[in-house]
């Protein structure tokens, strides 16, 4: 049976199980040799979902779109997953299940993320910290990428408050990337330790963080010898 076929099935079959089979297929497909099977499921589950087979919910229709943006960004599939992502946003504001709300403003932080609007990304991640629906490990575990995105945004008065914000939020005292943080956060010089360390926690995407270090340069260097610039 192939991945098009088992969609039908699972989301034709009953209602409390169909979010539990479609994980388990897609799940599946994912992990296969080069076989298409996001971009069959990308065509065929909308129309699985709209073809009147039965009376689907929208949060039901939510629910679904969120577990396909979590398949697809484990994969590095930001782009298709974004169009998921448009199709939950009509949805969302209808929605009261606080997991399923907070599952999807993790995924939209990730892909704001990928699509290198860090400070947008930094807004949705720091929010998500404050989470009361998820324990503090998992709160704590938001901080790390917060605090990335907001290194990696580009230099302005937005990024600024990003970065006092979180300096201030003692929790961040605490990540391997406080370093980088502090440095960007007091407008020194990044040392190239420092940015070794911090490209360590990066994906491929993350590197706007050269362009900070030069600007940041530029202007710690009317302030300090030609020595003690040399020094960094």
């Known amino acids: 049976m192939d991945i098009t076929q088992r969609l039908q099935q699972c989301v034709i079959g009953p209602q409390q199980e169909t979010l539990i089979d479609l994980d388990n297929v897609l799940a599946s497909s994912a992990v296969g040799p080069a076989q298409n099977s996001y971009r069959n499921y990308e065509r065929t589950l909308p129309n699985i979902l709209d073809s009147g087979h039965r009376s689907i919910s929208d949060e039901y229709k939510l629910g679904i779109y969120v577990r396909i943006m979590r398949l697809l960004l ?5 782009a298709t997953a974004d169009t998921y992502l448009n199709r939950a946003a009509l949805l969302i504001h209808n929605s009261n299940d606080l997991v399923l709300n907070l599952t999807f403003k993790l995924c939209q932080a990730r892909i704001l993320d990928a699509k290198r609007r860090f400070l947008e990304a930094t807004i949705k991640c720091h929010e998500s910290s404050y989470e009361t629906q998820i324990d503090e490990y998992d709160r704590l575990r938001c901080l790390m990428p917060t605090v990335q995105c907001a290194g990696l945004a580009g230099a302005g008065p937005q990024r600024s408050c990003s970065l006092t914000t979180l300096y201030k939020d003692e929790r961040t005292h605490h990540l391997a990337t406080f370093p980088i943080l502090e440095t960007t956060y ?36 009317n302030n300090i010898t030609l020595d003690e610039h040399a020094a960094y």
């Open 74 to 78: 484990e994969v590095d599939e930001a």
């Open 186 to 221: 007091m407008d020194r010089v990044i040392r190239q330790n420092e940015v070794a360390d911090f490209f360590a926690t990066l994906q491929h995407h993350h590197r706007a963080i050269r362009e900070h270090n030069l600007l940041s340069a530029s202007k710690v260097y």
